[in-house]
């Protein structure tokens, strides 16, 4: 079976700080893709970044980077210089190359001024 | 930029009624996706759907769940008769890749679901 597994319900951060949401994950799958969404209070799911299990390269897109332990099933985002605008529920979901998301149960990230 | 679109935003229906939710996926997409996200809990996988057919579906997706491709544009869920417990967040997903790959599913704005 597949699961992901977020265990920070809720997280805070300054504003222009960093902070790491993590997510851990198990599948039997060697060939898989991890992804990071957000959901603002419009509930609307932005893809935030993605990683191919292939790829010893963590992925990275502007200030979000992910650090990918594959050998650990771990894989945390981290928000540089975060933004009030990072304020949202972050889900980290799990792709075994069946089309079908698994996702973890979120993180609600607060972002103080 | 092309984005998923979903119609409506929100319906409001009775217990036992008929719904059915509208999705436009990207147009150059070929696999289109329906999620479900009860409020305050994780966004669970229902169904998808590829060259015109179910390719998986969950066991939330039970009869009273269809999906359809009507024309070239539109992807709709249809709820036959409707639940309290359907009353959640509808989301629409399409995404480019051929069969036996994975490509990002992108999503639409949902359509909240509220069952009376």
């Known amino acids: 079976a597949q699961t992901v597994t977020q265990s920070q319900p809720e997280m805070s951060v300054q504003e222009a700080e960093t902070v790491t949401l993590s997510c851990t994950y198990d599948?039997?799958?060697?060939?898989?893709?991890l992804f990071w969404y957000k959901q603002p209070p419009s509930r609307q799911m932005i893809l935030v970044i993605r990683q191919e299990a292939y790829k010893q390269q963590n992925a990275t897109e502007n200030r979000f980077s992910v650090n990918f332990q594959k050998a650990a099933k771990s894989f945390s985002l981290k928000i540089s210089d975060s933004q009030l605008g990072d304020a949202a529920m972050y889900f980290c979901?799990?792709?075994?190359?069946?089309?079908?998301?698994?996702f973890g149960q979120g993180t609600t990230l607060q972002v103080k001024p | 930029e092309p984005e998923v679109t979903q119609t409506p935003s929100h319906q409001v229906t009775q217990m036992g009624q008929e719904v059915i939710l509208r999705c436009v996926p990207i147009?150059?997409?070929?696999?289109f996706y329906w999620y479900r996200q009860i409020l305050g809990q994780k966004v669970e996988f229902l169904v998808s759907f590829y060259n015109n057919e179910i390719s998986e579906k969950s066991e939330i997706f039970d009869d009273q769940f269809s999906v359809e491709r009507p024309d070239g544009s539109n992807f709709t869920l249809k709820i036959r008769s409707t639940k309290l417990e359907d009353s959640a967040m509808y989301f629409c997903?399409?995404?480019?890749?051929?069969?036996?790959?994975?490509?990002?599913?992108?999503f639409g704005p949902g359509t909240r679901l509220t069952v009376l």
């Open positions: 147009s150059n997409h070929l696999y």
């Open positions: 979901a799990l792709d075994s190359n069946t089309g079908k998301l698994i």
């Open positions: 997903a399409s995404s480019e890749a051929a069969q036996g790959s994975t490509d990002t599913q992108y």
């Open positions: 599948t039997s799958e060697s060939d898989y893709y």
